[in-house]
């Protein structure tokens, strides 16, 4: 097992190609739940549950039910059932054992159904772990590693929103552009900084 590789994996999700703020999916959750820390961080590790469970699910529906039968023309519809079923689990159980935090989550939790990141790990995954319809080997970890690094790639995005935007309560912030307009700029702000970090060669 070459751990460095899957260090490499992990880092660039987090950081070179962060999915929110190098590859711009899943901006609407980031942008209606980063009014606060707490919720924030909650979407964060729901958003990373599913990426990583649609990560191992979405590579064995592939490698063993899509390609063995020639049926990779299914993958958008079978992607999209599998991460609408974990979703789906995900809320249920936050709803019974979190009532609070689904309240807070409120239309956005449902939204990680449509939320083109975890889809966007999905495909990912398949279009770079598998070259000439044959799984590269150790592509399943690798898998699980990226769809992993993408969620938490997602928190960290979320939680330094959150951050900037809670200070910006105590800010002197023009009308015109408060909420969802500052928010956009600090959003480019960070995609910019995020930008420094296309730099490195790993």
Known sequence: MDIASYITIIISTVFINNFILSRFLGLCSFIGVSKNTGPSVSMGLAVTFVTTMASIITWLIYNYVLLP???????????????ASFVQFTEIVIQK??????????????LITVN?????????NTDVFFLHGHAEPGSFLKALVQGFGAGAGYTLAML??????????YADV???MKDVPITFVIASLM????????????
Do not use: D, Q
């Open 97 to 110: 054992k979190f009532p609070a935090l689904y309240r807070a989550f409120g239309i956005y939790l449902p």
């Open 160 to 169: 330094i929103m959150s951050g900037i935007r809670e200070r910006l309560e």
């Open 69 to 83: 039968y020639n049926l990779e023309y299914l993958r958008t519809l079978s992607f999209i059932l599998v991460i």
């Open 191 to 202: 995609s910019m900084a995020f930008l420094g970090f296309s730099g490195f060669k790993i």
């Open 174 to 176: 023009p009308h015109s």
């Open 116 to 124: 083109c990141a975890v889809f966007g790990v999905a495909i990912l």
